[in-house]
């Protein structure tokens, strides 16, 4: 993959990509190459997707594209991490409903409880049982990829370090598989709050006791503010919209997979098992869906499919 260390190299290249692309072509700008395999399924044939290095590329690009080469350009950004008011309003910024695009699909077009099923259809001999060890596999993906939602966010709220170096040797977020033990902590169901968690990854990214003890009480105070939504405090539905990720989660379901069930599936396996679970008939009510549709009739092109 092309990356673009330095914003104003995106920009360019979208500039050129923009002008060699003959007109009526829409251009979709996202936030990185899993978010472009997402969107593809949905999208017309003659549509462009081309992905950022993170949401800064995308929003300069959006700030910056020059009016009559932006007409028929949108631009879709994760809500994780929050946006600034200015961008909010825009159509031709989108704003995922979840934290990002894949955990979009892995709710709102139901893939995530549809993949457990399908996955753990063999486990049980009545289609009941299978599903509450698809509700309870969920229940604790769910879980267990919001405690390192909650404990990313509280760490980058104390700017403690939270990078660790991934298998493809560069530094990136910690994630839920570079836990040590981990399948071992999945089993015996102790990584369920957020001191668990933070200790856990504090070996990683170098945090002292003092560290884990600022993260845990941060991030613990984050999970029991009142939702806005509904009032609730430590409100599952709301707190699993606000911090879990797409790829935590799949993670998640993938450790929760292999260590209660015995069913290892590698990340891309996962990943695509995911897109085939998809369920093509919610994406009319899906928002993104329907503000990028709602978007091309303004401009007049067909977008989705
Ligand atoms: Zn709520």
Not at 21 to 37: I, K, M, N, Y
Not at 60 to 74: C, G, Y
């Amino acid at each position: 993959m092309v990356t673009f260390p330095r914003p104003e190299g995106f920009v360019q290249s979208l500039r050129q990509r923009r002008r060699a692309l003959p007109q009526g072509t829409p251009l979709v700008v996202v936030e990185g190459s899993t978010d472009r395999s997402a969107l593809f399924p949905y999208l017309v044939d003659t549509a462009q997707v081309v992905p950022a290095s993170g949401k800064d590329h995308v929003l300069r690009a959006f700030d910056e594209l020059e009016d009559h080469l932006r007409a028929e350009t949108v631009f879709i950004v994760d809500c994780d991490g929050g946006i600034e008011d200015r961008y909010k309003g825009s159509r031709e910024l989108v704003i995922t409903t979840n934290r990002d695009i894949e955990a979009d699909i892995l709710f709102e077009l139901n893939a995530l409880p549809r993949l457990a099923l399908d996955v753990l259809a063999g486990r049980a001999n009545n289609p009941s049982s299978v599903q509450a060890l698809a509700d309870d596999a969920l229940s604790q993906a769910a879980t267990l990829a919001t405690f390192i939602g909650l404990v990313h966010s509280a760490a980058i709220a104390l700017t403690l370090p939270t990078k660790v170096i991934g298998a493809n040797g560069r530094r990136q977020k910690f994630r839920l598989t570079d836990l040590a033990e981990l399948h071992h902590r999945v089993q015996t169901n102790g990584l369920r709050d957020a001191e668990a968690v933070a200790n856990a990854v504090a070996p990683l990214v170098g945090w002292d006791t003092d560290d884990v003890n600022a993260v845990s009480a941060k991030a613990a105070a984050s999970a029991q503010q009142p939702c806005a939504e509904h009032g609730r405090r430590g409100c599952s539905q709301c707190l699993r919209r606000a911090y879990c990720n797409g790829h935590q989660l799949v993670d998640a379901l993938g450790a929760v997979f292999a260590t209660r069930h015995g069913v290892r599936m590698t990340r891309p396996e996962l990943e695509r098992a995911v897109r085939l679970a998809a369920d093509p008939t919610r994406v009319p009510a899906w928002k993104v869906a329907e503000r990028v549709r709602d978007w091309g009739v303004a401009v007049g092109i067909q977008i989705l499919r």
